[in-house]
């Protein structure tokens, strides 16, 4: 099996297996699985593990908590490419109820949070955390400013930030998910597409999934500890989504 570079910048590289399966306990593995090896074009991605930031926005009496993770892209697949960003965090909320007390008690059952990241967010998040990386991200760019054409070669590199709302204290795990890195694609049947009804975005009849890479975390500690225990990063794989 061939291995996929995805590095992270601070403070070592990161060698990871193109594995075809993501498994965090609580959900269900993606299908279908990625080739092998590389089919399609792939850009080079590294990135930083999520820090927190606590921003006061203007006009609000009480600041408020972000989460955000650096990256850097590089395109070195010979031509230039749209680079089209999605960008998603897939939370799991544990519970130590028994099973047969879930049924009674809904609102402590284990359960999934998707949350997709903040693009046209408000400028002051994206200012405090441009201030703090100055001196080591001089070219940092805003979200929005990551999508469109990358040209080829590290000196057109894009240097930019993913940022998500914060998270649950009662987040046991999570993984990013971040989509547009490949340009493998596959078409999948929609198995609850209705015959008898229109096709449409409600009832397509096929769905085209895309590799996307999933970097999943664990949270360790209890719901109070969390609010400022740093993540634990685990094993990053290729799933397509």
């Known amino acids: 099996m061939m291995a996929i570079r995805v590095r992270r910048w601070v403070p070592t590289t990161l060698l990871i297996a193109a594995a075809f399966v993501w498994s965090v306990p609580g959900i269900a593995r993606a299908e279908p699985k990625p080739s092998p090896t590389p089919v399609e074009w792939e850009l080079k991605f590294t990135f930083q593990n999520p820090q927190r930031i606590t921003v006061r926005l203007p006009g609000e009496s009480s ?11 590089v395109n070195d697949t010979g031509e230039d490419r749209d680079f089209l960003p999605l960008v998603t965090r897939v939370a799991e909320i544990e519970s130590e109820l028994p099973a047969d007390q879930i049924d009674a ?9 998707t949350t997709a990241s903040l693009i046209g967010l408000a400028p002051t998040v994206y200012r405090a955390i441009q201030k703090r990386h100055a001196k080591t991200h001089p070219f940092l760019v805003p979200p929005v400013e990551s999508i469109g054409r990358i040209k080829q070669g590290a000196d057109n590199a894009i240097d930019s930030v993913v940022i998500f709302d914060d998270i649950d204290p009662r987040v046991s795990s999570f993984t990013v998910y971040v989509g547009g890195l490949s340009g493998e694609r596959k078409q999948v049947s929609n198995p609850a597409f209705n015959a008898a009804k229109a096709v ?14 999933a970097i999943p975390y664990r949270v ?5 500890t969390r609010r400022t225990v740093e993540p634990g990063l685990g094993r990053i794989y290729w799933v397509m989504r």
């Open 63 to 73: 600041a408020k908590t972000y989460w955000y993770m650096l990256y850097r892209v």
């Open 105 to 113: 008690r809904p609102d402590e059952a284990p359960r999934l949070i």
């Open 200 to 213: 449409d975005d409600k009832n397509p009849r096929f769905f085209v999934m895309q590799k996307t890479l």
């Open 220 to 224: 360790p500690g209890t719901e109070r």
